[in-house]
């Protein structure tokens, strides 16, 4: 079964992906007055599920809309017991070795899973299981929060699949893993 694990992140010039008070509103310092989705929902298509840090999925609770993703999410946490009720179709509470929960989420037929969360990819990368990265640019030093990347236990090499530019600002890049098989 071919299988991808992918990252579709915005982070600042300086590699964070929320600032010092663990706020993302920086991600709209560039006006978007016709609400490009910079290639969201493009990227959503191609994807079966995602798997989520805890943090993450706190964050996208307190946003004040309904539940923003078709896709099952995949929540790893050692902490919560269980989602609220109107989650439950929506939502999988899942922990263990990474090894484990992709066996468990691949069991069910999900193949090309979305990774988010700092800690998250962090975790996947160190074991080399992030496949892809798209990683959106916003023009703004942060000068700390929660990094992207942390320390690596080996050199990974990607290639550039492609560049975008939006609203005159904004770069995305597309990086795929050099794998040899
Ligand atoms: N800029 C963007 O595009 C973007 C995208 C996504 C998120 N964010 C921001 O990033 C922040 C959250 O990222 P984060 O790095 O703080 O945390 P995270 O990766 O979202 O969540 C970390 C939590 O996931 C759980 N976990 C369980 N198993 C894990 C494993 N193997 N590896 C890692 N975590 C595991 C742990 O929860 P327990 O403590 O429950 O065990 C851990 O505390 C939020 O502020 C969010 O808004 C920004």
Same mark, same amino acid.
């Given at each position: 079964?071919?299988?991808?694990?992918?990252?579709?992140?915005?982070?600042?010039?300086?590699?964070?992906?929320?600032?010092?008070?663990?706020?993302?509103?920086?991600?709209?310092?560039?006006?978007?007055?016709?609400?490009?989705?910079?290639?969201?929902?493009? /990227?959503?298509?191609?994807?079966?599920?995602?798997?989520?840090?805890?943090?993450?999925?706190?964050?996208?609770?307190? !946003?004040?809309?309904?539940? @923003?993703?078709?896709? @099952?999410? /995949?929540?790893?946490?050692?902490?919560?017991?269980?989602?609220?009720?109107?989650?439950?179709?929506?939502?999988?509470?899942? *922990?263990?070795?990474?090894?484990?929960?992709? *066996?468990?989420?691949?069991?069910?037929?999900?193949?090309?899973?979305?990774?988010?969360?700092?800690?998250?990819?962090?975790?996947?990368?160190?074991?080399?299981?992030?496949?892809?990265?798209?990683?959106?640019?916003? @023009?703004?030093?942060?000068?700390?929060?929660?990094?992207? !990347?942390?320390?690596? @236990?080996?050199?990974?090499?990607?290639?550039?699949?492609?560049?975008?530019?939006?609203?005159?600002?904004?770069?995305?890049?597309?990086?795929?893993?050099?794998?040899?098989?």
């Amino acid at each position: 079964m071919k299988t991808k694990n992918s990252v579709f992140i915005a982070t600042s010039i300086d590699g964070y992906i929320s600032d010092k008070n663990g706020k993302i509103d920086w991600l709209n310092t560039i006006p978007n007055p016709s609400n490009d989705d910079m290639g969201y929902n493009e /990227f959503m298509i191609g994807i079966d599920a995602l798997v989520m840090g805890r943090k993450t999925f706190e964050t996208v609770c307190s !946003f004040d809309v309904d539940w @923003p993703y078709e896709k @099952p999410v /995949f929540v790893l946490s050692n902490s919560l017991q269980e989602v609220e009720e109107e989650l439950k179709d929506k939502v999988f509470l899942i *922990h263990g070795s990474l090894k484990e929960v992709l *066996h468990q989420i691949r069991k069910k037929g999900f193949k090309n899973l979305y990774i988010d969360g700092g800690a998250t990819i962090q975790s996947f990368l160190k074991e080399d299981l992030i496949d892809e990265f798209v990683i959106t640019t916003i @023009p703004i030093l942060l000068g700390g929060g929660t990094s992207l !990347f942390s320390e690596l @236990p080996k050199k990974m090499e990607y290639e550039l699949v492609n560049t975008k530019q939006y609203l005159n600002a904004i770069s995305q890049n597309r990086f795929r893993r050099k794998r040899i098989n």
